[in-house]
């Protein structure tokens, strides 16, 4: 029988996908969401390894165990009490995960037949200034609330 993690209950993707990077050397899924658009797309095939195989660093994309479910997302900030992870489209940082939430890294991408590097400087880069342009809108605007 074949069932499709995305349409599987979350607590067996999880268990599936934590059992499976423990026993292989990768793993390989196929893109459902858009969030990462353009750097990472639907129906781009990642190739993930275990982060106690390959431990993530900055501007790398990482497969996320987070409250709202899996997430693939680029690691944004890291620091003694945890991580932050953001979608290259969205405006804000997601919430602090713990090293244990960070499953995997994803270390190759491919788009049909060509391969591509997801850990890509322009795309981290383009996601900071994301979350500053955020930042300074949201604080204009509380300002001009007052």
Same mark, same amino acid.
């Given at each position: ?13 999880r ?18 969401? $858009? ?14 390894? %275990?982060? #106690? ?25 890291? #620091? ?18 713990s ?13 049909? $037949? ?5 850990? #890509? %400087?322009?795309?981290?880069?383009? #996601?900071?200034? !994301? ?6 809108? !949201?604080?204009?605007? %509380?300002?001009?609330g007052?």
């Amino acid at each position: 029988m074949n069932v499709a993690l995305a349409e599987a209950a979350p607590a067996f993707a999880r268990d599936v996908l934590r059992d499976g990077l423990a026993a292989l050397q990768e793993a390989r899924l196929t893109v459902t969401g $858009s969030c990462m658009a353009p750097a990472v797309c639907p129906g781009d095939v990642v190739t993930l390894v %275990a982060t #106690s195989r390959r431990p993530p660093r900055l501007g790398d994309v990482v497969l996320a165990d987070a409250a709202e479910g899996l997430r693939l997302h680029r690691l944004v900030w890291i #620091s003694a009490r945890g991580c932050r992870t953001k979608a290259d489209r969205a405006p804000t940082w997601d919430p602090v995960l713990s090293g244990t939430e960070v499953l995997a890294t994803v270390t190759e991408l491919r788009r049909g $037949s060509v391969v591509k590097d997801p850990r #890509s %400087a322009g795309w981290a880069l383009r #996601s900071l200034v !994301a979350v500053a342009f955020a930042y300074a809108r !949201a604080g204009a605007a %509380a300002l001009r609330g007052r």
